[in-house]
């Protein structure tokens, strides 16, 4: 059991406005039970004194923990971002996690850009705690420290109560677990914390976890296919999505998932409202993807409306989500400013059970990628935390699809295991490699080939654990594109290699007869088993695994995009 910790509780008392300190478990407002049975882990639950409510503003648990390097080995901090956009990687204790600051985050304020665009509500910037110092990291659900071979890894076991944030601070050797209960008033036993440790190797660490969290193996452990987006973005047709699905049906690979993806709908939360560009209707064309013996996925963003839909200009009174001061609360500037559907409210619910009953029944598709959920929880409403919103969220969406496939994107993580099949672990590919200067400053759930690349190497752990990972598309064309040859080769490997749901977004039938082998090299399913996987300098990765039993060794610059493979044999100490 975790037992050297120090408390630390901000909070009020029955709605008053004066804020209480406490580090006790146990004073004239609540007490704190801790289970003593917990395994190497702690288990919280706050009862507050009878006819008390309490409303918690920071509840944090301090620990003592050694971050320092030992015997010439590396200390390496994995920080898991707050969704899947969000950059996520191991660290030294050197570094601190990326920020969404400064200067520039200052000017959009005073010019109105992130006001109007909502750029700061992809992320945890308005409830977390950011730090430029060297060592500091925050992470969510789970986090590990690693040396060597030797993991040490902290996961939450429950994130329906308010996310787990753990932070770090490497120079004072201080491991801090936060729970995020913004917008909760506890009346009743409640539970505060609830984690777990585990120390072993890198793959013994994590089976351990998910068989402790119960979280169901995924129907899938591999699938190919096409998704639309990544050569015409929302500029797409019937005869467009017909030609493409022709050209893969006729490449000679096995293909399982044919998606359409943003681009059908007239307005993106009107997704029974489809464009003229689909004059036969989204039956007709996930009829022409099944007769070509693929699965037919559509995408969605099923929380989402923006300022132009019908939808949004009927309900926005009732059907969308308020802060406090009763304001609607801007997810983005994707589609311009767009707003969140309120899940609790009956008719916005049952609005969403019409969209997927029709997707889904009447249109006949076998898949929806369902993106852009973290909005559903920025901010916490009805007396519920963030976390018991997101996971609710979840839960809506595995009941309205029932045995659908659900590839989900753009989602905290911890609520999405074991509710989808598919889920994207990193940021948009973007068509190039290197990022401008004011692109780099923008928020961390940016468009990002590096980012995405290091999220799909470092975010693996989850692939067959709590679904399958999808790293993004690879990107076998020369045209349309900025990125080279030699940045393309460095993107299909990694997501080979890192991934399990590989998509290309390419005219298969442009290809020619080398892209076409390298198509079917990339689509080939192969037993891939990673073995070692870091940086070995500020801008080096390396990585060792096999393929069908045979050893494969590369390294990639991250500042180039350049993958160099390597001798297997002359392996790093």
């Not at 004072?172 to 409640?190: C, Q, R, S, V």
């Not at 013996?293 to 559509?298: E, Q, R, S, Y």
């Not at 619910?349 to 898949?367: H, P, Q």
Request: net charge neutral.
């Amino acid at each position: 059991m975790i037992s050297n910790y120090k408390l630390r509780i901000s909070y009020s008392v029955d709605g008053e406005r004066g804020v209480k300190h406490s580090e006790s478990g146990d004073n004239a407002d609540f007490r704190i039970e801790t289970d003593g049975k917990a395994e190497d882990g702690i288990v919280m639950r706050l009862v507050p004194r009878r006819g008390k409510s309490i409303e918690i503003k920071s509840f944090r648990l301090e620990i003592p923990y050694d971050f320092a390097d030992k015997g010439g080995v590396r200390t390496r901090v994995y920080a898991n971002g707050y969704q899947s956009w969000t950059d996520t990687r191991e660290y030294t204790i050197d570094e601190h996690t990326p920020l969404f600051d400064g200067w520039f985050k200052d000017l959009m304020r005073i010019t109105g850009a992130l006001a109007i665009g909502g750029n700061d509500s992809y992320g945890d910037y308005r409830f977390t705690e950011y730090s430029k110092k060297a060592g500091r990291f925050h992470s969510f659900s789970y986090m590990y420290v690693r040396r060597g071979e030797e993991v040490d890894l902290f996961g939450s076991m429950n994130e329906r109560t308010g996310y787990t944030i753990f932070y770090v601070d490497a120079e004072n050797n201080l491991l801090t677990f936060a729970k995020d209960l913004e917008g909760k008033t506890i009346d009743g036993e409640y539970e505060v914390m609830n984690v777990r440790r585990y120390r072993g190797g890198y793959d013994e660490v994590f089976d351990r976890w998910f068989a402790d969290m119960n979280v169901p193996a995924p129907r899938k452990k591999h699938a190919n296919g096409y998704t639309t987006w990544y050569n015409y973005y929302g500029n797409i047709s019937e005869d467009i999505v017909l030609r493409d699905l022709k050209s893969l049906s006729e490449a000679g690979v096995k293909a399982d998932i044919f998606q359409i993806d943003d681009g059908y709908q007239t307005a993106t939360g009107d997704w029974l409202s489809v464009k003229k560009e689909f004059p036969r209707g989204m039956k007709y064309v996930a009829d022409a993807i099944h007769e070509k013996g693929m699965l037919a996925g559509l995408w969605l963003a099923p929380f989402a409306a923006a300022r132009s839909s019908k939808i949004f200009a009927e309900h926005k009174d009732e059907w969308f989500v308020k802060d406090r001061r009763g304001r609607l609360v801007k997810a983005g500037c994707n589609w311009g400013p767009f707003y969140t559907l309120d899940i609790y409210n009956p008719q916005a619910r049952a609005y969403i059970e019409k969209v997927f009953s029709t997707v889904l029944g009447e249109w006949g598709f076998d898949m929806v990628k369902l993106d852009f959920l973290y909005e559903v929880a920025i901010v916490p409403y009805g007396n519920r935390t963030r976390g018991e919103i997101m996971c609710d969220a979840m839960d809506l969406l595995r009941e309205v699809c029932g045995d659908k496939l659900i590839l989900g994107c753009g989602v905290p993580l911890y609520p999405a295991f074991g509710k989808v099949d598919f889920c994207r672990i990193g940021a948009d590919v973007s068509p190039s490699w290197k990022e401008g200067f004011f692109a780099r400053r923008l928020h961390r759930e940016r468009v990002s080939t590096v980012n995405t690349v290091n999220n799909s190497i470092f975010r693996r752990h989850l692939d067959g654990r709590a679904f399958v990972n999808d790293p993004d598309v690879f990107f076998l064309r020369d045209y349309n594109i900025a990125m080279g040859e030699q940045c393309r080769k460095t993107v299909r490997t990694v997501n080979k290699v890192f991934g399990n749901l590989l998509f290309v977004s390419d005219d298969v039938g442009r290809y020619g007869a080398k892209e076409k082998r390298e198509l079917s090299e990339t689509f080939a399913d192969d037993e891939i088993s990673v073995q070692r996987a870091e940086y070995v300098s500020a801008n080096v990765f390396e990585a060792e695994y096999t393929v069908n039993g045979r050893e494969e060794r590369f390294e990639i610059d991250m500042r180039s995009g350049v993958l160099t493979q390597k001798d297997p044999t002359l392996k790093k100490n």
